[in-house]
């Protein structure tokens, strides 16, 4: 974590040295207006899905994720990884801590792989909104040649990427200050 946040404070230094130089001091106080901006429309979004993830670590017991999405869940659950990405709503403020949340609790790495891949190609809450500006025939075409691909990389995940998972589980753990877990 604090890696990200120096790397994060390095670039943002950098391009305001940048901006400085291009455009006068008042560029940092526009992009300090137009970031606060920002930070207050996405808090809310942030902080209920920060507290959804916590709930789901809280409240849906290791053994429960374990039996249904975990090592032992199969096929199943990759298609209940699916079905959970095209379901959750929202960007990836929402959906990385839930499948963090989903992976610290014991779900397998392909489980949450095809989780995080159908979000982005199965979202049910953007599809009206790709119909409205790409039209039915070519998000019904989208959707149907990009279906198959969050069930097969999770499978690959599962097969190649199995004995990894908890190498990840820990180094989401340092990234969210967690520290290691027995």
């Known amino acids: 974590m ?11 230094i950098f391009l305001a040295v940048v901006g400085v130089v291009r455009q006068g001091p008042a560029i940092i106080i526009q992009a300090l207006m137009v970031g606060g901006k920002m930070l207050i429309e996405v808090m809310p979004l942030l902080i209920a899905a920060f507290i959804l993830a916590g709930m789901v670590q809280v409240l849906v017991s290791r053994e429960t994720i374990r039996k249904w999405l975990g090592k032992d869940s199969g096929m199943k659950g990759i298609m209940l990884g699916g079905i959970a990405g095209a379901l959750v709503p929202g960007g990836p ?90």
């Open 93 to 182: 403020y929402i959906f990385y801590p839930i499948a963090a949340s989903f992976l610290l609790s014991g779900a397998e790495i392909g489980t949450v792989v095809t989780f995080v891949v159908a979000k982005n190609l199965w979202s049910l809450s953007r599809l009206p909104m790709e119909v409205a500006l790409l039209g039915p025939e070519l998000t019904f075409i989208r959707f149907i040649v990009t279906f198959i691909f969050p069930i097969i990389i999770g499978v690959i995940a599962n097969t190649f990427f199995r004995g990894y998972v908890d190498k990840v589980r820990d180094q989401i753990r340092h990234i969210q200050g967690a520290g290691e877990e027995t």
């Open 2 to 12: 604090k890696n990200t946040v120096l790397a994060m404070c390095g670039i943002t």
